[in-house]
């Protein structure tokens, strides 16, 4: 999860469930934050699945190059 996660960027890494609940009520009450970490969250996975899409592809070229 933290590869995934930057604490405050894209989401909230905590410790425990008191600091699950205070960061829980951060978003509620925080609908710009909750749209800012939403828009990150979106582009991070964006960015790792196109990446992950474009080396899968390569190598399957890759593949039916040298067969």
Do not use: K, Y
């Not at 978003?27 to 979106?42: F, I, K, S, Y």
């Amino acid at each position: 999860i933290c590869l995934q996660i930057s604490d405050g960027e894209n989401g909230f890494l905590v410790d425990d469930a008191g600091s699950a609940a205070a960061r829980i009520a951060e978003l509620l009450h925080d609908p710009g934050l909750r749209e800012r970490m939403g828009d990150a969250a979106r582009e991070r996975v964006r960015e790792r699945f196109l990446c992950l899409r474009e080396i899968e592809d390569t190598l399957r070229l890759i593949s039916r190059l040298t067969a």
